[in-house]
């Protein structure tokens, strides 16, 4: 289990998420910031692909980084 919090990724709090796998850590992030921070995940849906493949990029290099617990 690794732990990485909201702002970590991006977002704009401390909330920590927990997850066994990117895809997991990444779905419960999504989940975090639909019903904690709405607002944003509207931004979210707006941006263009070249920037989300930049978000997963920097994500999962801080992923590989990130103790597994």
């Not at 999962?60 to 597994?68: A, D, Q, R, S, V």
Request: hydrophobic fraction near 35%; aromatic fraction near 8%; charged fraction near 25%.
């Amino acid at each position: 289990m690794r732990i990485i919090t909201c702002k970590q990724m991006g977002g704009p709090c401390d909330f920590s998420v927990i997850a066994s796998t990117p895809n997991e850590m990444i779905d419960k992030g999504m989940a975090h910031v639909k019903k904690i921070h709405p607002e944003l995940a509207v931004n979210m849906n707006n941006i263009v692909q070249n920037e989300k493949d930049k978000w997963y990029d920097t994500f999962m290099n801080l992923w590989k980084k990130t103790p597994n617990n």
